[in-house]
C-alpha cells in the first residue's frame, strides 16, 4: 500500500467530514484513497465469511464500553457509518485473514491523525476509541436508551436497530447543518 499517499491524502480532507465521529463507506474512499478502502473491504468480506466478530460476540465493542453495543444485536448497528477507529481496529485473530496488511493500516491510522495534527487540524480527538459520549454527547443521549432498552430485554433487536438508525440519521442531518456553518466561518477567519 502506498502509505505516504493515504496519510497525505487523510491530513488533506479530514476537515471535510461533516459527521464525525461517525463516517460513511463513501467517505472512508475520500479520507484514505481507493487503495486502502479496497484492502478494508477486503478484510472485511473475508472477516464475515469466518464469522471472526461473530463468534466472539464483539468482545472489544463490549470492553470499549461503546454506547452503541447491545451483545443481540449480534454486529454494530451502525456497522455502515461506524467509526474510524472500529474499522482499523484489528485484534489478533486478524492475523489469519491479514498478515502484514494489518501491520500497515494500522500504521496509517496512526501517522495520519499525527499528520493531520501538523496540519492544524483539531479533529483528533475523533478517531479516539470509544466510549463516544465525550466526543458525540448528543448522539449517544439519543440512541441510549433504544440500545438500553434492548440490552435488558424490553425492545427486539430488530427494532433496537432501526430506531437506533432513526436517531442516527436525525444526528447526521442537524450535526452536518452546523458543522456546515463551523466550516464556513473558519474559511473566512482564513
Ligand atoms: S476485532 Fe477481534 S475482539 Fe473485536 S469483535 Fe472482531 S474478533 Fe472480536
Ligand atoms: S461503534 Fe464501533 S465499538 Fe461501537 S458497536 Fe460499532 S463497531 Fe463496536
Not at 493500516?105 to 496540519?119: D, M
Not at 459520549?133 to 435488558?152: D, M, Y
Amino acid at each position: 500500500m502506498d502509505q505516504e499517499k493515504a496519510i497525505n491524502k487523510f491530513a488533506e480532507h479530514v476537515d471535510d467530514l461533516l459527521n464525525l465521529p461517525l463516517v460513511t463507506d463513501l467517505e472512508m474512499k475520500e479520507l484514505y484513497g481507493e487503495e486502502v478502502a479496497t484492502v478494508l473491504e477486503k478484510i472485511n468480506r473475508l472477516t464475515w465469511e469466518k464469522q471472526l466478530c461473530l463468534q466472539c460476540d464483539s468482545l472489544c465493542c463490549q470492553e470499549y464500553g461503546c454506547e452503541f453495543y447491545a451483545p443481540q444485536f449480534g454486529q454494530c448497528p451502525i456497522f455502515d457509518l461506524r467509526p474510524t477507529v472500529c474499522r482499523f481496529h484489528f485484534c489478533e485473530k486478524f492475523q489469519v485473514v491479514g498478515g502484514s496488511t494489518i501491520k500497515e493500516l494500522s500504521e496509517i491510522f496512526l501517522y495520519s491523525i499525527h499528520a493531520a495534527g501538523r496540519c492544524g487540524s483539531t479533529r483528533g480527538r475523533f478517531f479516539d476509541p470509544p466510549p463516544l459520549g465525550k466526543i458525540a454527547p448528543q448522539l449517544v443521549e439519543s440512541i441510549s436508551p433504544w440500545v438500553n432498552a434492548v440490552r435488558t430485554g424490553r425492545l427486539n433487536h430488530r427494532d433496537g436497530r432501526k430506531y437506533v438508525r432513526e436517531q442516527v440519521t436525525q444526528y447526521c442531518t442537524t450535526h452536518a447543518c452546523s458543522e456546515e456553518i463551523e466550516k464556513v466561518k473558519r474559511q473566512s477567519r482564513r
